[in-house]
């Protein structure tokens, strides 16, 4: 899945600043790249869940890279809005919003992994790992 991302650590830059009709085939390669750090961290995370440290090196800098990418979209300031047409307004098609919605969602679960080490985090940010890849699919 990692192929999905540009490597461009700019691919989501032109996303944050944007309010209206941001469609799924312009938004696609930067939810590639979102979907590529997801498909990174999680084995790390998992590893680190388990207490094998050794294989959760480098974790911490994996979720400052898919943190980055996240917020350099705005999906943090859209999904914490109190104005609830901002998501739709912004991201009108529906496999955009779930995949936003579910990267949203399995970032901040993986987050909470790497601050506090638990499966239940864990399995909660897999399924919205999960989510995003199966929306992403869905993007056109």
Not at 63 to 87: C, M
Not at 93 to 109: G, L
């Amino acid at each position: 899945m990692t192929a999905c991302g540009s490597g461009s650590a700019d691919v989501c830059d032109a996303f944050a600043n944007r309010d209206l009709g941001i469609t799924g085939g312009e938004y696609r390669p930067c939810a590639g790249a979102i979907l590529a750090e997801l498909d990174s961290i999680r084995p790390k995370l998992e590893a680190l869940a388990a207490g094998d440290a050794a294989r959760a090196e480098g974790a911490s800098s994996r979720y400052r890279a898919l943190r980055a990418l996240v917020e350099d979209t705005g999906i943090f300031e859209d999904y914490r809005s109190t104005k609830s047409s901002t998501v739709i307004v912004k991201w009108p098609e529906p496999p955009t919003r779930e995949f936003n919605s579910a990267a949203f969602t399995a970032t901040v679960q993986y987050g909470a992994v790497l601050a506090h080490p638990n499966d239940d985090n864990l399995r909660q940010g897999i399924e919205a790992h999960e989510d995003a890849r199966s929306a992403y699919a869905r993007m056109r």
